[in-house]
């Protein structure tokens, strides 16, 4: 990348992986099939961009903008969006991997979840609400102080929520679901 903004641009097997990209904005941009793996592009503004087929794995985040942001088929091991700056961001992710994931105190609000897999993400102290989790996988994620208002949770599967440590007015979830509500208590559940 010659310059530090870029407005309505297609990237497209680019190899972003091990450099830096601090500082960058992209406005309207769209990302297919490029590698971002370890990279740190700390400080960057994303607005508006689209990341379709993207490996993300590990990289650094640090006071970032990711305002109105859409992943589409990433692979985003390990990555801590509680470091995104929390003005504006918005996010929405499908078909994603974000296995072992930070969402430590994030503000999203509403957030779409769709055919993720999720598993060891950590979403303590984060507000959810009125988010989906639609046919995600949540195995072992971990939900402490979190804002669950009003989020649907009907086709999520492998979640384990405390009520008593969480939020959960309103909150939907399926017959199918409700063990993973009731561990805390150590109440068994037989068909």
Partial sequence: ????????????????????????????????????QG?????AVFR????????????????????NAV???CKMLGV?????KDLLFSVKFDSCVLDYVSFIEKKMPKTKFSN????EATFSLAD???????????WMAVFNKTNLTSVNFSSAVNYTIDPVLNTVKKAIFSMDGLPGLLECFGVAIVP
Avoid: P, Y
């Avoid at 990279?39 to 400080?43: G, K, L, Q």
């Fill in 128 to 138: 959810l609400s009125g988010s989906v989790f639609e046919k995600s996988d949540l």
């Fill in 71 to 73: 992943f589409k088929n």
């Fill in 1 to 36: 990348m010659d310059t530090l903004s870029h407005e309505g641009k297609r990237f497209e097997k680019v190899q972003f992986a091990g450099n830096a990209g601090k500082g960058g904005e992209f406005q309207e941009c769209t990302f297919d099939s490029c590698d971002f």
């Fill in 48 to 67: 508006n961009c689209t990341f379709e087929g993207c490996n993300f794995s590990m990289i650094k985040l640090k006071a970032v903008t990711l305002n």
């Fill in 80 to 84: 801590d969006f509680s470091e995104c």
């Fill in 116 to 119: 993720c897999s999720i598993k």
């Fill in 39 to 43: 990279s740190d592009f700390s400080f």
